[in-house]
Nanobody, 121 residues
């Protein structure tokens, strides 16, 4: 059974930083790309960042490029999203997804439960 478990969300002031993590089990982690999405109420889930199985290739939404960094630790079967220079518009529930790093949410078979990130102004 595949499980994705996010952690690390919380409340932070604008301009601050936060790191969210996603621990994966049930897949051979180092064979699959992973991605982060986010969603606010009333809107579709949107792509944030993706990372290849090796970590060598990454992709970012324009809205977070230069501020967010996706990385992975295959020994720990964990993918991270380091978020710097946070803005109130980054407030959302953040989800990790597998396998792949497509920008389309419908391409993913597995999702975590999500972790709330709130950025106050």
């Amino acid at each position: 059974q595949v499980q994705l478990v996010e952690s690390g969300g919380g409340l932070v002031q604008a301009g601050g930083s936060l790191r969210v993590s996603c621990a994966q089990s049930g897949l051979t982690f180092n064979r699959y790309a992973m991605a982060w999405f986010r969603q606010v109420p009333g809107k579709e889930r949107e792509f944030v960042a993706g990372v290849s199985w090796s970590g060598a290739y990454t992709d970012y939404a324009d809205s977070v490029k230069g501020r967010f960094t996706i990385s992975r630790d295959n020994a720990r079967s964990t993918v991270y999203l380091q978020m710097n220079s946070l803005k109130p518009e980054d407030t959302a529930v953040y989800y990790c997804a597998a396998p792949g790093y497509s920008r389309r949410a419908s391409d993913y078979a597995y999702w975590g439960q999500g972790t709330q990130v709130t950025v106050s102004s």
